[in-house]
């Protein structure tokens, strides 16, 4: 498995993610059949798939193994091409019409949000808010690095591992971009993490990515929901899109960190920063204390 721990001596080196994730024993595999599998218990659904929690007895590991409706080969390739420690696992694909499903590294902490609600208001500390805010930008920074627009990054998209590791999954809207991309339908309760540009022009890019990052670091920022109080989700759509409101951030939050999330929010994407440079403010720990005690 990755050979990659947190948290690491910081090598100042981009490509520091990459040279780690080497490792043959990786190997993504075509499962032939589901028969390889022993089930336990579903843990977790989304709009179109059930997510399992399941052991593959030949490997005597435990995966997660999330049933979709399909497998394109666009999703495969994707799917096979990803290797990141801030990324999910994926081992392996069953693609056996009827049976679609993508095997993955199993994360016993469950999601992000589902993690921050259980928090109650309470705040993450700053080394977690750091570590977390970092493993959430290499994500994003690492799959634009190879032209890959995720285009659902939101809290429940990212997963906590056993060694407290922050990990993105879901590459179910991800796509190969250079450039924006149209987006064919909504996922549904992704409006909050939503670009005023998806949400308008149904329009989605890396920058796009960059923007829905901003929600995630406000998220491990305050625990809320973002725009916790809205109604519904064509609300929150009306009011980011139309109105160009955004969560409030609180006062206490460090000016390097309030500029850095507002500029991640900007109407003009071109104008948004890059995740290197997002990436680079959170290791070199710029913002300084988190919280003022
Ligand atoms: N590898 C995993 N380990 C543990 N839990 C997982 C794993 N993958 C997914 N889950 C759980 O299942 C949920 C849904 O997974 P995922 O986001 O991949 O499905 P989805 O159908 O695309 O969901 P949505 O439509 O809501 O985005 C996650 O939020 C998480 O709680
Ligand atoms: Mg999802």
């Given at each position: 498995?990755?050979?990659?721990?947190?948290?690491?001596?910081?090598?100042?080196?981009?490509?520091?993610?990459?040279?780690?994730?080497?490792?043959?024993?990786?190997?993504?595999?075509?499962?032939?059949?589901?028969?390889?599998f022993e089930w336990m218990e579903l843990c977790g659904s989304?709009?179109?798939?059930s997510v399992y929690k399941a052991t593959w007895?030949?490997?005597?590991i435990t995966v997660a193994a999330k049933k979709?409706?399909?497998?394109?080969?666009?999703?495969?390739?994707?799917?096979?091409?990803?290797?990141?420690?801030?990324?999910i696992?994926?081992?392996?694909?069953?693609?056996?019409?009827?049976?679609?499903y993508?095997i993955m590294e199993y994360a016993n902490g469950g999601n992000?949000?589902?993690?921050?609600?259980?928090?109650?208001?309470?705040?993450?500390?700053?080394?977690?808010?750091?570590?977390?805010?970092?493993?959430?930008?290499?994500?994003?920074?690492?799959?634009?690095?190879?032209?890959?627009?995720?285009?659902?990054?939101?809290?429940?998209?990212?997963l906590?591992t056993s060694?407290?590791?922050?990990?993105?999954c879901?590459?179910?809207?991800?796509?190969?971009?250079?450039?924006?991309?149209?987006?064919?339908?909504?996922?549904?309760?992704?409006?909050?993490?939503?670009?005023?540009?998806?949400?308008?022009?149904?329009?989605?890019?890396?920058?796009?990515?960059?923007?829905?990052?901003?929600?995630?670091?406000?998220?491990?920022?305050?625990?809320?929901?973002?725009?916790?109080?809205?109604?519904?989700?064509?609300?929150?759509?009306?009011?980011?899109?139309?109105?160009?409101?955004?969560?409030?951030?609180?006062?206490?939050?460090?000016?390097?960190?309030?500029?850095?999330?507002?500029?991640?929010?900007?109407?003009?994407?071109?104008?948004?920063?890059?995740?290197?440079?997002?990436?680079?403010?959170?290791?070199?720990?710029?913002?300084?204390?988190?919280?003022?005690?």
């Amino acid at each position: 498995m990755w050979n990659f721990h947190w948290p690491r001596p910081w090598s100042g080196s981009s490509d520091y993610y990459q040279l780690n994730t080497n490792n043959n024993n990786d190997e993504f595999e075509d499962i032939a059949s589901i028969g390889k599998f022993e089930w336990m218990e579903l843990c977790g659904s989304g709009s179109f798939s059930s997510v399992y929690k399941a052991t593959w007895t030949e490997r005597n590991i435990t995966v997660a193994a999330k049933k979709v409706l399909s497998l394109s080969q666009k999703e495969l390739d994707i799917l096979k091409t990803i290797k990141n420690p801030c990324i999910i696992n994926i081992l392996g694909v069953i693609s056996q019409s009827p049976d679609f499903y993508i095997i993955m590294e199993y994360a016993n902490g469950g999601n992000l949000f589902n993690y921050l609600r259980k928090l109650k208001g309470s705040k993450l500390p700053d080394d977690t808010f750091y570590q977390w805010s970092e493993h959430a930008t290499e994500a994003v920074r690492y799959l634009g690095s190879i032209n890959i627009a995720h285009r659902d990054i939101k809290s429940p998209n990212y997963l906590i591992t056993s060694a407290r590791d922050l990990k993105l999954c879901d590459f179910g809207t991800a796509k190969v971009s250079n450039e924006g991309t149209s987006v064919t339908s909504h996922e549904k309760g992704s409006s909050p993490w939503m670009a005023p540009e998806m949400i308008r022009d149904k329009l989605a890019s890396k920058k796009s990515d960059v923007y829905s990052l901003g929600i995630v670091i406000w998220e491990l920022l305050t625990g809320e929901i973002p725009y916790g109080q809205a109604d519904n989700q064509y609300q929150i759509m009306y009011l980011v899109a139309e109105k160009g409101e955004r969560p409030l951030i609180p006062e206490d939050c460090p000016q390097l960190l309030r500029r850095l999330i507002l500029s991640c929010w900007l109407e003009d994407r071109d104008s948004r920063p890059t995740p290197q440079l997002i990436l680079e403010r959170i290791q070199t720990k710029s913002f300084g204390p988190i919280r003022k005690s």
